[in-house]
């Protein structure tokens, strides 16, 4: 009896320090940005009610336009590739017996890194006087301004990425393969199917759950990008590689127009909310 | 790999040979899955030539360095802010496991075990701030902190942070599987909660904190955009900040390179002890 009086406040002692933590650092601020983006929020704390002329600001925005479209191509290059790379080394680690383990731990290294040590390194590996151009120099070739180039800056910066974190996916994608009876592809093996048969009707189809998973993972990732090109590009050459996160740090920690940056941050929110939408909605039609 | 057993032993017979044939073509696929992991560890190789290299010496990709130092590692930790970004990170990262450890174990042990009004409502709550990238907030919480008079301040940096909704979920998913009936059992022999929650919870779930405080560990010591914002003095700046304003003159590249390979030692020593642990979660939880 008297412990059943006792649950409550108990329970509720438990989890207020996190529920606390969460009210003010996470909820409050989310109201926040809804709000300072309908005001011209200023550093000094003074402000106005604006409405959604910040919204509005945005589309006659000719530099977060141009971060936009960076944003998504930049998703378009980083996704897919990361994806493959995932799928085509947690195949392989899949088939490969020898020495499986070690090779595991080497795909995987990179994700325990910082993006500013990626970033670090990987600048240098792309500079004029870097590791690949002097490479391609013993072959009379180059030099490649991998980080100077318009066209090539995404996909550089993208490679990084990729680099830095496909070891993550790669093992939720082992997993997913590691979860396929054996017995399935075994049998589609006595029936005669081709290796490419079997991964195209047994393995793809049974993997969908965890490749969903990790396109929706990388998606976000691609979007969040930030930290790698402060260090590599500063969003060069000529914004080619400025993107939705660097518009809202220039803006509010550069030009302090902290209501537009908040601004900035709902689109963000906004992308992000509905790719884990169009997930949800994937995930409860494949379970049905 | 077990295929051989699950199959009839006529068949197996007669499939001996190709079975010996399919092993013998895994060998491409190994020399492949070498090669790639070879590829994805050279950049630390590389890194790690040139930071042993003389400064403004020739080094790789022109020649293989004449003579090796580790002047410049041992550079890195006399030099200017090193040594207080690197203690810096360590605060940063190890207040942040220690309190998300146990306010997430604690709120995860009532979500799990205990019935309190609005328990599943929170919950709901804490699981959708997932949704929110940590960038929609940066303004307001940057605002927040700021008017708390947090800017510059290691609380100011790191209470922000501790409402991390990943940890309490996983604690409540592990302690949701352990038999209630401990904790009834120990409840009739007269313990108090607090003591219930130390001398049971804490120890059965030794293995995921263990896991959880790597994970936090790792993202903390990687942080970037909010110490970059929040901690704009050397007394809290962070390594990964402080790596970004290494450049001029007074820092060749094998400075830089050294600096970035000596902030690299902890997530590598983590990865090594801990990388079958590391993997093994990530399988089964999704942990990023």
Known sequence: MRHRWRDPVTGLLFVLPMLVLFAVFRFVPALGAAGMSLTDYQISGEWTFTGVDNYARLFDDPIFMSSLRVTLVYVAIYVPLTVLVALGTALLLNSVIFMRGLFRGMLFLPYVTSFIFAGVIWKWVYDFDGLINGLLAHLDLGPIGFLDDTALVLPSLALVQVWKGFGYSMLILLAGLKSIPSSYLEAARVDGASAWQRFRSIVLPLLRPALFFVLVIETIGGFQTFDMIYVMTGGGPSRASYNLVYALYDQGFKFFNLGYAATIGIVLFVLVFVVSMIQRRFLDRSTT | ?288
């Open chain 2, 1 to 288: 790999m077990t295929l051989t057993t699950s199959r009839p032993s006529a068949a197996g017979a007669k499939k001996a040979v190709p079975s010996r044939r399919r092993r013998g073509r895994k060998w491409p696929l190994t020399v492949l899955l070498g090669l790639v992991s070879v590829l994805t560890v050279s950049p630390f190789l590389v890194m790690l030539v040139v930071a042993l290299t003389p400064p403004r010496k020739p080094t790789v990709p022109n020649q293989w360095p004449d003579t090796l130092t580790i002047d410049n590692l041992l550079g890195t930790l006399s030099a200017s802010g090193f040594v207080g970004w690197t203690v810096n990170s360590l605060i940063y990262a190890g207040v942040s496991v220690v309190i998300i450890l146990l306010t997430a174990s604690m709120a995860g042990y009532a979500f799990a075990k205990k019935r309190f009004p609005g328990r599943d409502m929170m919950m709901w709550a804490f699981l959708a701030t997932v949704m929110v990238p940590f960038q929609a907030l940066l303004i307001p919480l940057f605002v927040l902190v700021s008017d708390l008079d947090g800017v510059d301040t290691f609380w100011g940096m790191i209470v922000p942070t501790l409402a991390n909704s990943q940890a309490v979920f996983l604690m409540r998913q592990f302690i949701r599987d352990l038999p209630s009936e401990l904790f009834e059992a120990a409840k009739v022999d007269g313990a108090s909660e607090w003591r219930i929650y130390w001398q049971l919870v804490v120890p059965l779930t030794k293995p995921i904190l263990a896991t959880l405080g790597v994970f936090v560990f790792l993202w903390h010591w990687n942080d970037f955009l909010w110490p970059l914002v929040v901690a704009q003095s050397d007394e809290v700046r962070t390594l990964t900040v402080g790596l970004t304003t290494l450049k001029g003159e007074e820092y060749p590249l094998a400075m830089v390179m050294a600096s970035a390979a000596v902030s690299v030692v902890p997530c590598l020593v983590v990865f090594a002890l801990l990388q079958r642990y590391l993997v093994n979660s990530i399988a089964m939880t999704g942990l990023k």
